[in-house]
């Protein structure tokens, strides 16, 4: 091999070398948003009612945001108070203040304490509806689903299977199942409970929003994008809205191709063989692979966009 054809292919190695590092992609905080958009409900905001004189201090903390305070005043007053009628507040303003502040195994420690041991079966019903929904904020789906169904197979009163169908709905949705998602909502409707006017109305307008039909989000075919860049490479790519993606592979694949056939037609076949096997064959299925991928985070992309979009438009007050 000459110096000039040195050169070229250790130029040509060094640019599949530097092209083939990844992007790393973030994915919007759509959890995030959807944890925010429901802290205004009841449960999480005026759970009793009422705000006992003994716990004052604390209770003022918790309003000024001074949530890691308010929580340590709490076990103040639980440590001097053992046997203390506010048990269930203490343990519920403790679980809040800590989700608050993003102390999310110790909120829900309190949550499952209080599920497992109050003796107020409302409180321990909202105490598991925020396990839930914290579950959800943390991306603990199966955790989420498993709680929901044991409630909504232990309460049969109808105002309390409507609110949990309704999260249950946005638990599938979360996760892009729409199928399943428009079942739990269908679930609200058919029971024909219009006295919970937020869900039942909410449920019923999710169920005719037309954009939570998979099939009219904008979306690219993953087989279509794999087979492009299978015919020409890159193609799919750019298919898939990765231009860049699309003329880099494009560019490269024509590059280790004619430096494979260039050294072939030299007859410099083991020169020729490395170059295929190491660099064109990687790149060339390499191509459609990525396509597939890209066309796949594409359509997460899109998917993604209307679930935010929904949950401004539902959730958001």
Known sequence: MTIS???FSTGILL??????LALAQTEPAVYEL???SIQDLDIFTVPFGFNPE???FGDELFENGLYYDAVTEYKRFLFYHPETPLENYLHYKMALAQLRQGEFSGGIQNLEYLIYLSDDQEVSYNASLILVLTHIRLGHFFLAEYEIIDKISTYNVPSKLVELFYWYGWLFLLQGRWDEAREAFMEIIEMGDTESQYYYGHAY????EMK?????IEHRSEGLAKWLSAVVPGSGQIYAGKWKEGINSLLLNTAFGYLTGRTLVNEKFFQSAVIFYLLWSRYYFGSSYNAEKIAI???QTKS??????????YLKS
Do not use: H, M, R
């Open 205 to 208: 307008a999710l169920v005719k």
């Open 34 to 36: 959807f944890y925010e």
């Open 304 to 313: 993604q966009q209307l679930i935010v979009y929904l949950i401004n438009k």
């Open 15 to 20: 640019l599949g070398i530097f092209f083939s």
């Open 297 to 299: 985070e594409y359509n």
């Open 5 to 7: 054809n040195t050169k």
């Open 54 to 56: 003994e716990t004052a």
């Open 212 to 216: 939570l039909q998979p099939e009219n």
